[in-house]
């Protein structure tokens, strides 16, 4: 019986297949796609992170603020008011900017007026950072602004909101009535500090500073 000699292995090596062009496209564009995904999701995420950041990096801890800070933060509800030209606005419709916010009467008697006089020096000391600031008056009451309250507030957001809705959001410390703090909100529209009662400006703004500054990488003046 014949037998087959030995033959020696060989192996057969095939080439990798060549992408045409129209394979070279879809990959392509595959790619794009998943870049692109991944930016959307940074950008639908950028908000929360900055929340974080302003929460946390700006509060570390053994830091001592003049203001006490909010926990948890109080988002803006949806409230509605009347704003200084007589036309129906909502506390929403503040987000977006820095806000230092006060609480008054529409008479404002002279505590009020004195508040409103710190509201607006404190924003000017912040010189070029002073636009992402707004000075708000809440104003309360069934009363009308008289026309020299009204010129002296032209530079800022006066709305007239009901008080009792007012105070499901903002609430003053133990012992004090809500006219006697000036509040912070952040431009996502989260109260997160208060100010003490007989305000002392320097300290105050010390604490508008590094806010302004912690936030400047994220914060933009104006409203989108």
Not at 69 to 89: C, E, H, M, S, Y
Not at 211 to 218: I, K, N, P
Request: charged share 25%; proline share 6%; hydrophobic share 40%.
């Amino acid at each position: 019986m014949s037998q087959t000699p030995d033959e020696p292995l060989t192996l057969t090596v095939h080439s990798m297949p060549q992408l045409d062009a129209a394979s070279a496209s879809r990959v392509a564009s595959t790619r794009a796609g998943r870049w692109k995904m991944v930016l959307l999701l940074l950008v639908c995420a950028a908000p929360v992170i900055a929340s974080y950041f302003t929460y946390y990096v700006i509060r570390p801890e053994g830091r001592h603020n003049y203001g006490e800070l909010i926990d948890p933060q109080r988002p803006v509800p949806d409230i509605k008011g009347t704003n200084a030209q007589g036309d129906p606005v909502s506390l929403l419709e503040l987000k977006d900017q820095w806000l230092l916010i006060s609480v008054a009467d529409s008479a404002c008697d002279d505590a009020c007026q004195q508040h409103l006089y710190l509201q607006r020096q404190l924003r000017e000391t912040l010189g070029r950072e002073k636009d992402r600031l707004d000075w708000v008056w809440l104003r309360t009451g069934a009363g009308e602004m008289n026309e020299s309250l009204r010129a002296a507030t032209d530079a800022a957001q006066v709305v007239l909101v009901d008080s009792d809705a007012l105070a499901t959001w903002l609430v003053p410390a133990e012992g004090r009535r809500i006219e006697e703090h000036l509040y912070v909100v952040d431009p996502l529209g989260n109260w997160m500090m208060r100010f003490p009662a007989d305000l002392d400006p320097k300290r105050a703004k010390r604490d508008l500073d590094r806010l302004l500054r912690a936030s400047s990488f994220w914060d933009k003046p104006g409203r989108s």
